[in-house]
T-cell receptor
């Protein structure tokens, strides 16, 4: 099993450009999450999904959109990138909510100039 | 809002010394998890604590959950270079099943 994979690993964008980050998991997990990690701020939840076709806002959703068209994939979109969105983005998945372990992908480093 | 304080932010220790990081919440917790992130890596689950006063051990690591379920600690005995990384607590509040991560404690080891 590959676990949780993320594409791309690294990307440089100019302000105003758009892009989509792809997360895929092969563990048949219901729950998927997108976090961003900035120095000194830990991990902050952007959006999450409790199942195929459903999404919900997390702690810092502004400037991002998500879609969960297939159970194994969770996409994070930036419609108009801003320098404040320079960060490391982690996707995670979990089997059930409430007590489950979250399994993280390797991360995507995004630099917005 | 609900806050999770993790202290210290950084810790430098000589190899072989002990290390402790603390996680404190102003609100009673449903449960707490601990994760480790190696430099350049991603968070990896270490353990989950659910019961008041719970203590769990993994080799040189000891995890404690406070009696009031508002705080937790991770203690490493006789640190090794493989312990380098950032340790995060991640908490769940009652009625809110999402994880809230602490800011992490970055551990560096002086050989």
């Amino acid at each position: 099993n590959a676990g949780v994979t993320q594409t791309p690993k690294f990307r440089v964008l100019k302000t105003g450009q758009s892009m989509t980050l792809l997360c895929a998991q092969d563990m048949n997990h219901e729950y998927m999450y997108w976090y961003r990690q900035d120095p000194g701020m830990g991990l902050r939840l952007i959006h999450y999904s409790v199942g195929e076709g459903t999404t919900a806002k997390g702690e810092v959703p502004d400037g991002y959109n998500v879609s969960r068209l297939k159970k194994q994939n969770f996409l994070l979109g930036l419609e108009s990138a801003a320098p404040s969105q320079t960060s490391v983005y982690f996707c995670a998945s979990g089997r059930i909510q409430g007590t489950e372990t979250q399994y993280f992908g390797p991360g995507t480093r995004l630099l917005v100039l | 809002g609900q806050q999770v304080m993790q202290i210290p932010q950084y810790q430098h220790v000589q190899e072989g010394e002990d290390f402790t990081t603390y996680c404190n919440s102003s609100t009673t917790l449903s449960n707490i998890q601990w994760y480790k992130q190696r430099p350049g890596g991603h968070p990896v689950f270490l353990i989950q604590l659910v019961k008041s006063g719970e203590v769990k051990k993994q080799k040189r690591l000891t995890f404690q959950f406070g009696e009031a379920k508002k705080n937790s600690s991770l203690h490493i005995t006789a640190t090794q270079t493989t312990d380098v990384g950032t340790y995060f607590c991640a908490v769940r509040y009652f009625g809110n099943e999402k994880l809230t991560f602490g800011t992490g404690t970055r551990l560096t080891i002086i050989p």
